[in-house]
């Protein structure tokens, strides 16, 4: 079946520019994760939603940084104002059950961000 | 200091060889455990969940010391396929926490 997808794969803005970055997850998939993979490092936690609350955003660097999941299902995450330091790879994972950290998640491929 | 810490390697063994890496974790209240793997410009995929006991997947065993607070990852006669970053991941408060990864390169 279909993965998580995750849109788009590339994108190029220059500081001072608001993006947004879209994921879809797995269908039926309750818990969603937004995650910040900086060059040669792991990913960091950003944000966790169960269906359309946000449980969690204790992992935002800044309030430049808003994620949301109105219905439940596709989530997007918008960095205002970007910065040289946002540049990374942002990951979305989804997981089936609401303890998702006691379950897999699984990843998108990531939108790969360069801020010039 | 990080709450997970892995040696980024990177370890460069010829196929068949054994290799085996591991993981620090920080924080005492983390409550289970992962290795994931990662290729390269690829998202992470996981590998297997480490339990108390100890555990295998094929080639691939996993160890836990909760007192010592590190994880082992054990990888048996290894392939070209299993070049790849591996990533120490720690749960706590339905948190993943992410090391930034110990780089496996087997050579023919």
């Known amino acids: 079946g279909a993965g998580v997808s995750q849109s788009p794969r590339y994108k190029v803005a220059k500081r001072g520019q608001d993006v947004a970055l879209r994921c879809d997850p797995i269908?039926?998939?309750?818990?969603l994760f937004w995650y910040q993979q900086a060059l040669g490092q792991g990913p960091e936690f950003l944000t966790y939603?169960?269906?359309?609350?946000?449980?969690?955003k204790s992992g935002l660097p800044s309030d430049r940084f808003f994620a949301e999941r109105p219905e439940g299902s596709v989530s997007t995450l918008k960095i205002q104002r970007t910065q040289q330091e946002d540049s990374a790879v942002y990951l979305c994972a989804s997981s089936l059950v609401i303890r998702a950290s006691s379950y897999e998640q699984y990843f998108g491929p990531g939108t790969r961000l360069t801020v010039t | 200091r990080k709450e997970v810490e892995q040696d980024p390697g990177p370890f460069n063994v010829p196929e068949g060889a054994t290799v085996a890496f591991n993981c620090t974790y920080s924080n005492s209240a983390s409550q289970s455990f992962f290795w994931y793997r990662q290729d390269c410009r690829k998202e992470p995929k996981l590998l297997m969940s480490v339990y108390s006991s100890g555990n295998e997947d094929g080639r691939f065993t996993a160890q836990l010391n909760r007192a010592s607070q590190y994880i082992s990852l054990l990888i048996r006669d290894s392939k070209l396929s299993d070049s790849a970053t591996y990533l120490c991941v720690v749960n706590r408060e339905d948190k993943l926490s992410f090391g930034a990864g110990t780089t496996v390169t087997v050579r023919a």
């Open positions: 939603f169960q269906n359309e609350a946000q449980l969690d």
């Open positions: 269908s039926g998939h309750v818990s």
